[in-house]
C-alpha cells in the first residue's frame, strides 16, 4: 500500500467539510482518491462518467443523499435522491433512463415514514420518466445512521453528436441560469433553525431532464451543463473554470434571487451563490445561440425567470469574478469550510 | 399517496432483520417496494437488472455495504464493496465493466482508514478487470454513521445468447457449489465475540466474474447463478426455488464446510447454511453438464472444492429439503430472523 497522500499532520481525520462539495472535498478526491483510482474516466471529474459500452455512448453517475431532516418544505430524500441523479445524468449530456436505489435505514425508522419515502421516489421517478430497476436495502443498529440515507445510480444515453465538457469554452460564451437560486439549501435551514416567513422558502428539487433534452434538440452550441448543488453556484463555475482553465465574471444584478432567500441569507449569513440548489440548471453556451437557449429554458415551467448571468473572459488565470450591484468586482472563490453540512 | 401495504401494526418500525436477507427482507421488498416501484425489471429480483440501452444486454446491480468491523480478517469495506457488486453482475451472465463508488464517512473517520480502504477498492478492481469510474463522498456528523458506509453499483455487458433465469430450471437439474461456505460471515463473527483458532478464519471476499467466464464460454447449460451473501445458502435456494416453483433437495455430506468453520459454528449457535459467503458461487446446471461445469470451477484458483450439493425434483411446491448426515431429511426455510446484523 503506497503511503496516505493527503499529509495527515495537516488532517488526520475525515471533516464535515471534506463531504461539503468546497475547497476540502475537491482536495479529498485530487489528492487522495482520483490518484488511487485514477483512469481516463474519472480523472474526467464530471457529475458522471460519460463511458462507452459496446460501441454506444453511455453516462453513469451516483450520488448518496445524507439530507437532515429527511423530509423538508417542498420534498424529501425520495424525490430528492431521484432527481438528483436524473440532474447529474441529464448534466451529462444524456437521456436517463434506469436508476438504482440502495437504502440504509436505522433500526427503528417508522414505517410510514419509508413508504411515505418510497411513494416520492416513485413519483420522482415517474415524472423524470426513468425506472428503478435494481436496489439493495440494508439496516444498521440503532444510532448508527440517520434514520434513512439513499444511494442512487443512474445510467443514460448519449447521442453520438453531443459534446458537452468544460475544455470546449471560449472567451465570449455566455453564462445562463434555469431560475432563482439557494431556494433549496435555505429552506433546509430555515427548518433547521425554525426561521418562518410570511411565504413559506421551499426546496427546488424537480428533474431536469425534459429540459435538457429540449435544448440539446435544438442544436445550440452547449458547451458546459451543471446542476450547481453542494457549494452552490459559486462552487460550480469555480469548477468548471479550473478544467477549461478560462476567467468568468458574472453580474450580481443579474443573478436571480427570490426576496424571501435572499432575507433569510442575510439573517442567517449566508451568501446565496454557495447555497445548494436541487433543480437549477447552470451553462455555458455559444454567444450565438445565448437568445435561442434562454428562449427554449424559459418556456419549460422549470425555467420561466432564466437568465443570463456572465460570460467566459479571454484570461486563462482560472477565477471567477464578479460585479457586484454597487459596481465594484470581488473574487468569488470555492467555498473552504462546511456552511451547510448534510444539505444533499 | 397510497396507504402502507405492510400493516403497521405488525412492524410499526423498521427492525435489523428487515436488512437481513431473510423472511422480513423479502416481506419488506414483496410488500412495500416491489408494488410501489413495479415495473419488469424490478420484478425479475434478480441480483441485478438485466436490461436493454439502444439494443444492447446490459446488467445493472447496486449494493450498499455497512459491515462491522471495516476491517476484518481477510479484507476489508473497500474490496469487499467492489466484490460484491462484481459478483451481483456475473451472477447476472454479464461481464462486469464499471463501477461507481459512493462514500457515507462519519466525521472524525481517520484518514489512514480511510486511505486502506481506497487501496483496497483499487485493488479489488484491478483484479476483477473493473473501472470505478464515478463517485460521490458524503461526511456526515459524528455519531450520525457508523465510520464508513460504501454503496457500489455496477454495469456489465449481457451476451446476446446469455439465459440465466430461475425459470430456466428443470426437475433434474443439479445445484453446485464452488466451494467451503460461511467463511466470511464466520471471520466476521469470530472478531466481534473475540473467538479464536489456531488457524484463523478469513473471509472469503472474492471476485468471482472470471470464473464465471469461463463457465458461460463453455456453452454449457446455466440455469441459475448466484452469490450466496446475506442468509446464506438456505436463503439462496429458497429464494430460487420461489421463482422457479421447483423443490430441491441438498445432501448435508456434500456441502463443503472447513472443519474450523464447523466447530465456530457450534461454539456460536450458528447455521452454517445461513452463513454469508462473499466469494462462493451457486449454480444450477443442466444435469448433462455437471461434470463439465465442476471441472472448470475446480480448475480456478477459487474453486478447488466445487462440489454438486443437491438436485431440482420434480415437485412444484418450492420447498428446499436436506438429506441430513444422519440420513433423515429437514426443509430448509428461509431464516426469518437476524443471525447476524451487519455481515455486508
Same mark, same amino acid.
Given at each position: 500500500?503506497?503511503?496516505?497522500?493527503?499529509?495527515?499532520?495537516?488532517?488526520?481525520?475525515?471533516?464535515?467539510?471534506?463531504?461539503?462539495?468546497?475547497?476540502?472535498?475537491?482536495?479529498?478526491?485530487e489528492k487522495m482518491i482520483r490518484p488511487c483510482l485514477s483512469n481516463p474516466w474519472l480523472d474526467l471529474s464530471h457529475d458522471g462518467a460519460m463511458i462507452r459500452?459496446?460501441?454506444?455512448?453511455?453516462?453513469?453517475?451516483?450520488?448518496?443523499?445524507?439530507?437532515?431532516?429527511?423530509?423538508?418544505?417542498?420534498?424529501?430524500?425520495?424525490?430528492?435522491?431521484?432527481?438528483? &441523479?436524473?440532474?447529474?445524468? *441529464?448534466? $451529462?449530456?444524456?437521456?436517463?433512463?434506469?436508476?438504482?436505489? =440502495?437504502? !440504509?435505514? /436505522?433500526? +427503528?425508522?417508522?414505517?410510514?415514514?419509508?413508504?411515505?419515502?418510497?411513494?416520492?421516489?416513485?413519483?420522482?421517478?415517474?415524472?423524470?420518466?426513468?425506472?428503478?430497476?435494481?436496489?439493495?436495502?440494508?439496516?444498521?443498529?440503532?444510532?448508527?445512521?440517520?434514520?434513512?440515507?439513499?444511494?442512487?445510480?443512474?445510467?443514460?444515453?448519449?447521442?453520438?453528436? &453531443?459534446?458537452?465538457?468544460? *475544455?470546449? $469554452?471560449?472567451?465570449?460564451?455566455?453564462?445562463?441560469?434555469? =431560475?432563482? !437560486?439557494? /431556494?433549496? +439549501?435555505?429552506?433546509?435551514?430555515?427548518?433547521?433553525?425554525?426561521?418562518?416567513?410570511?411565504?413559506?422558502?421551499?426546496?427546488?428539487?424537480?428533474?431536469?431532464?425534459?429540459?435538457?433534452?429540449?435544448?440539446?434538440?435544438?442544436?445550440?452550441?452547449?458547451?458546459?451543463?451543471?446542476?450547481?448543488?453542494?457549494?452552490?453556484?459559486?462552487?460550480?463555475?469555480?469548477?468548471?473554470?479550473?478544467?477549461?482553465?478560462?476567467?468568468?465574471?458574472?453580474?450580481?444584478?443579474?443573478?436571480?434571487?427570490?426576496?424571501?432567500?435572499?432575507?433569510?441569507?442575510?439573517?442567517?449569513?449566508?451568501?446565496?451563490?454557495?447555497?445548494?440548489?436541487?433543480?437549477?440548471?447552470?451553462?455555458?453556451?455559444?454567444?450565438?445561440?445565448?437568445?435561442?437557449?434562454?428562449?427554449?429554458?424559459?418556456?419549460?415551467?422549470?425555467?420561466?425567470?432564466?437568465?443570463?448571468?456572465?460570460?467566459?473572459?479571454?484570461?486563462?488565470?482560472?477565477?471567477?469574478?464578479?460585479?457586484?450591484?454597487?459596481?465594484?468586482?470581488?473574487?468569488?472563490?470555492m467555498i473552504s469550510g462546511e456552511q451547510l453540512p448534510r444539505i444533499c
Open positions: 500500500m503506497p503511503s496516505c497522500p493527503v499529509p495527515i499532520s495537516e488532517y488526520e481525520r475525515v471533516l464535515l467539510a471534506h463531504g461539503g462539495g468546497g475547497k476540502l472535498s475537491a482536495r479529498l478526491f459500452l459496446e460501441g454506444r455512448r453511455i453516462a453513469f453517475s451516483t450520488d448518496s443523499y445524507v439530507i437532515q431532516p429527511i423530509i423538508f418544505p417542498g420534498g424529501n430524500i425520495g424525490e430528492l435522491a431521484v432527481n438528483g &441523479t436524473v440532474n447529474d445524468l *441529464a448534466c $451529462c449530456g444524456a437521456r436517463p433512463m434506469y436508476i438504482s436505489l =440502495g437504502l !440504509i435505514l /436505522e433500526e +427503528g425508522l417508522e414505517m410510514e415514514v419509508l413508504w411515505k419515502i418510497i411513494c416520492s421516489v416513485r413519483e420522482a421517478a415517474d415524472r423524470a420518466g426513468v425506472k428503478v430497476v435494481t436496489g439493495d436495502t440494508k439496516v444498521v443498529d440503532r444510532g448508527k445512521a440517520d434514520r434513512i440515507f439513499i444511494n442512487t445510480s443512474g445510467i443514460g444515453i448519449i447521442g453520438e453528436e &453531443t459534446e458537452v465538457s468544460p *475544455a470546449s $469554452c471560449r472567451p465570449g460564451d455566455k453564462i445562463l441560469l434555469s =431560475g432563482k !437560486i439557494a /431556494e433549496h +439549501g435555505i429552506a433546509i435551514m430555515s427548518t433547521r433553525t425554525g426561521l418562518e416567513f410570511d411565504s413559506p422558502i421551499v426546496s427546488d428539487t424537480a428533474p431536469l431532464n425534459h429540459m435538457v433534452e429540449k435544448i440539446m434538440a435544438s442544436g445550440a452550441g452547449i458547451r458546459v451543463m451543471r446542476d450547481p448543488t453542494r457549494g452552490g453556484v459559486a462552487s460550480a463555475l469555480n469548477e468548471i473554470s479550473r478544467s477549461c482553465g478560462y476567467r468568468f465574471i458574472i453580474r450580481e444584478k443579474d443573478i436571480p434571487v427570490a426576496g424571501a432567500v435572499q432575507g433569510a441569507c442575510e439573517i442567517l449569513g449566508l451568501d446565496p451563490l454557495y447555497i445548494a440548489n436541487e433543480g437549477k440548471l447552470l451553462l455555458i453556451v455559444d454567444p450565438g445561440d445565448e437568445q435561442k437557449v434562454l428562449k427554449i429554458i424559459r418556456a419549460d415551467p422549470l425555467g420561466k425567470e432564466a437568465a443570463c448571468i456572465g460570460e467566459v473572459l479571454d484570461s486563462r488565470d482560472k477565477l471567477v469574478e464578479m460585479e457586484t450591484v454597487i459596481g465594484s468586482t470581488r473574487i468569488v472563490d
